[in-house]
């Protein structure tokens, strides 16, 4: 049962067609202020572990995906 203002995955973004599988966990530990964006970023933002996501475009379906790094995150995409 979801709780308000609760976000459970999976979902679809309306506008943007991306669907949201896993929305991962936010970093702890060594290097953690390396998995949020900058400061001086307009919207500032964490970059969690494990964050999986979907795109169709043109018959084609991308992954994205947020992994640990050594020294911090890792982003894919692929086909």
Known sequence: RRQRG???????????G???WRLGE??????QH????SAGCLYHHAYPIGYV??????????????AKG????VFTVSE
């Open 34 to 37: 390396r998995y949020w964006s």
């Open 53 to 66: 996501a979907t795109k169709r475009e043109w018959d084609r379906t991308f992954v994205c995906t947020i």
């Open 6 to 16: 609760e976000v459970v995955a999976p979902f679809t973004c309306r506008y943007s």
């Open 26 to 31: 936010i970093a702890r530990g060594d290097f």
């Open 70 to 73: 050594d020294f911090g995150p």
């Open 18 to 20: 991306v669907t949201v």
